[in-house]
Every structure is written in C-alpha cells, then in structure tokens.
C-alpha cells in the first residue's frame, strides 16, 4: 500500500516529492511520521482489509461446518440427530401427543396445540436428553462409534439412565443408513488418577496450593470438549498457573476405560473412551521450593 501510494502521480503532484535519477518514487517513510494522518488512513485501511478476510474465514468455516452437519450420512449429521432426539416421557403428560417421530422425515414433528398451551423452547430443551454426542467412523472395526452423554442437574456429564438409552437405540435404528453398523457408547466416565509432585511457594502455604492444585486438576477435565485429547503435558501447563506452584512435575497419570474396565497408562495423550472423563484419585505430593 506504501509503493502504491509513492508511486501516484496525482498524489505526487499534490505532495511535491521528486523522483530520483532512476525515476522511482522516495521511500514513504522519508515523507511521512508514524503519527501522520497519511499513516494512519492507511493503517485503518489496512486493518479493515485484515478484519474483512478474518470474518470471511470464519463465515466460511461457520458455513461448511453447516453443510457438513446437515448433509445426511456424515459423522457430524450423526452427532447433530443424536442431539435432536426427544425423549417422549419427559414431556410434560398433558402435551406429550403434540410431538411424533415421522419415519418419512426421519425426525421428531412437534405440532401446534388446538387447545392450551404449545410446547416451550424449554420444555423441548429438556426433553433432549443428549446433551452431548460425536459420532467416529470406526475404520478398524467397520462400524460407526456414537457416543453420547447427558448432564446432571450440577452440569456435570452423566450416561443416559436404561429406559431413555433403549429409546434412543430405537431412534437410532429409524435414522440410520441402511447397512450401517452403528454402536452407542452410553458410558460413565472414564476414572482419571495421576500422581503429582509440586514445588511451592512457602509464601502462599501449602494447604491452600494443594486445595487449588486440586481444583486445577478437576476443572482441566471438566473443560475438555466432548471427545477432547487428554494430554500430560497441558495438565501440567494448568498447574503452572496457580498462585504459588513453583514447579510441578507429572509422576504418573491412569485411567480406567469405561468400555474395557482394563486400567491403563497414559502415554503423553489419550481420549476417554466414553468421551470424558471424572476424578479419581489425585495424589499430590507437596515439597517445599528452596
């Protein structure tokens, strides 16, 4: 923008500024400060040029995700029906009949009431029991890995109870593409343990930077998105950060999968079988930074 702008002609007639003995413009720094009102039309220029590819890439992205999401057959389609199935008992009784599963359409209809009250956005919301899905394309085994969770009233990720589990095994069985092998992992969480050494500050005691060490561990596996990567070393990168750890060093880190039952070590990283994981046994040794 700088070379284009030097190189004007009418810009250079406004300005005064001469060409040298090759006939090229001078350098636009030489012309003009930081702060003149020349840089900064061209700085604003050039930041609602960046700003416009930014969102455009976002729009873009928002847009595929869309169409990847809504294109029957796909991985994601699967994950997006799973969160659109309505578990029908847990609709209020006096308005239950106004939502039906229609197997042209593959989906639920929800229809107006003749008489009383339509369902609420909220009374739908709560009837959608999966909260949580992501469906895996399971090359190894030819089949497609559904796993699914719903919340408890905390919040916190929690299986399907048996009844709302084999309703939506139904569901599933009316979606899917035919010749499609499926399995629903419908799971507790899978037990995390790990061992812990930490270096601390005397300044800040050592009771209250165990306790936040604690909850540092807890909200890092909270936080990790439906189907997330565990890795060791961003659990020690959150350890890093509270008030007080000096250093904080990884002995060890378990967990016991949900579909096996087996306990096995984690090596550098790993994704919970049953798509998140819950707290066990946190062991933290404290030793004191010199």
């Known amino acids: 923008m700088e070379e284009r702008w030097m190189q004007s002609d009418a ?7 001469s060409l040298d003995s090759n006939g090229k413009p001078p350098a636009f720094d030489s012309q003009y400060s930081k702060v003149s009102i020349e840089n900064l039309i061209l700085y604003i ?7 416009i590819e930014v969102l455009m890439d976002h729009v873009k992205e928002e847009i595929e995700d869309a169409i990847s999401s809504k294109e029957p057959g796909r991985p994601q389609w699967y994950a997006r029906m799973l969160k659109e199935f309505i578990y029908l008992p847990a609709l209020p009784p006096d308005k239950a009949h106004l939502v039906t599963f229609d197997p042209n359409l593959g989906e639920f209809v ?3 009431s003749d008489q009383g009250a339509d369902l609420t956005e909220g009374e739908i919301e709560s009837a959608r029991i999966v909260k949580h899905s992501v469906a895996i394309d399971d090359n190894r085994q030819s089949l497609l890995l559904l796993k699914v969770a719903g919340e408890s009233e905390d919040g916190t990720l929690a299986p399907l109870w048996d009844d709302e589990q084999q309703a939506l095994l139904e569901y599933i069985q009316r979606i899917k593409y035919a010749g499609v092998k499926t399995l629903l992992v419908n799971k507790p969480g899978d037990l995390f343990s790990c061992n812990v050494r930490v270096w601390y500050d005397p300044l800040y005691g050592e009771s209250d930077i165990q306790t936040e060490c604690e909850k540092a561990i807890s909200t890092y596996l909270r936080a990790l998105p439906f189907n997330g990567e565990y890795s060791n070393m961003a659990l020690i990168d959150t350890l890093q950060t509270v008030r007080g750890v000096r250093i904080a060093e990884l002995t060890s880190a378990e967990y016991q999968n949900a579909g096996t039952g087996d306990t096995e070590l984690i090596d550098a990283k790993v994704r919970p079988y049953s798509g998140y994981f819950k707290p066990d046994n946190i062991t933290i040794q404290m030793m004191q930074y010199e």
């Open 110 to 112: 929800i229809s107006q």
């Open 11 to 17: 810009l250079r007639t406004l300005y005064g500024w």
């Open 45 to 51: 220029v050039a930041y609602c040029a960046y700003a």
